[in-house]
């Protein structure tokens, strides 16, 4: 049992690090220090959600309705486009909108829908959760339910530190130009991941 929970968090953790669309978006608001709490619980509840799904055998689902797979990568990649421009706008246009603690924030709503939107419309989010991680619980029966506490737990304590932790950055991310810096880079890794997806 021990050994699948460790396995269970170990997976999970080597899938969520990896830089996509979901973890930039927790960076970015870590360094506004806007609305973090609510970010990460949303991320952290969503891949809950999405791995008790997967292990529990959800996984089989897409197999057979190929074409949800192809909808729903299509429907990912068209957004990561437009978020990856409205990032690139936001580079552009720098001013008070790139500032962490400046002027009004963003309302919650919007953060929360562009959290969810982020999460639930990228195809990655699929493939890591509800496809490998249900696939690879297979491989510890009859502990399934210990690798999916493992693998929950990866990702609550790293979108936890992700959100959290990014406020050490802010005295860097004070200058304007550093936040037209991380806008770039946003957009550049939503259109990067659109691209990855488009063409294999």
């Given at each position: 049992?021990?050994?699948?929970?460790?396995?269970?968090?170990?997976?999970?953790?080597?899938?969520?690090?990896?830089?996509?669309?979901?973890?930039?978006?927790v960076l970015r608001q870590g360094i506004r220090r806007e609305h973090v709490g609510?970010?990460?619980?949303?991320?952290?509840?969503?891949?809950?959600?999405?791995?008790?799904?997967?292990?529990?055998?959800?996984?089989?689902?897409?197999?057979?309705?190929?074409?949800?797979?192809?909808?729903?990568?299509?429907?990912?990649?068209?957004?990561?486009?437009?978020?990856?421009?409205?990032?690139?706008?936001?580079?552009?246009?720098?001013?008070?909108?790139?500032?962490?603690?400046?002027?009004?924030?963003?309302?919650?709503?919007?953060?929360?829908?562009?959290?969810?939107?982020?999460?639930?419309?990228?195809?990655?989010?699929?493939?890591?959760?509800?496809?490998?991680?249900?696939?690879?619980?297979?491989?510890?029966?009859?502990?399934?339910?210990?690798?999916?506490?493992?693998?929950?737990?990866?990702?609550?304590?790293?979108?936890?530190?992700?959100?959290?932790?990014?406020?050490?950055?802010?005295?860097?991310?004070?200058?304007?130009?550093?936040?037209?810096?991380?806008?770039?880079?946003?957009?550049?890794?939503?259109?990067?991941?659109?691209?990855?997806?488009?063409?294999?």
């Amino acid at each position: 049992m021990l050994e699948a929970l460790i396995a269970g968090y170990l997976v999970s953790l080597s899938l969520i690090a990896a830089i996509g669309a979901q973890n930039a978006f927790v960076l970015r608001q870590g360094i506004r220090r806007e609305h973090v709490g609510w970010v990460v619980f949303v991320c952290a509840a969503s891949d809950a959600v999405l791995m008790t799904a997967g292990i529990a055998g959800f996984g089989a689902v897409s197999e057979q309705v190929p074409w949800l797979n192809a909808a729903a990568l299509w429907a990912g990649i068209a957004f990561l486009l437009v978020y990856g421009a409205l990032r690139f706008r936001a580079a552009w246009q720098g001013g008070e909108a790139l500032i962490p603690s400046g002027n009004a924030p963003v309302a919650l709503k919007r953060v929360l829908v562009t959290c969810l939107l982020l999460t639930w419309a990228n195809p990655h989010v699929y493939l890591d959760t509800v496809v490998l991680i249900g696939a690879i619980s297979a491989q510890y029966a009859p502990y399934g339910l210990a690798f999916g506490i493992g693998a929950i737990s990866a990702s609550v304590s790293f979108f936890t530190a992700l959100g959290f932790g990014a406020r050490l950055l802010a005295p860097v991310m004070a200058r304007p130009r550093a936040w037209v810096v991380l806008e770039v880079l946003v957009g550049a890794t939503m259109w990067a991941i659109a691209a990855a997806l488009a063409f294999g």
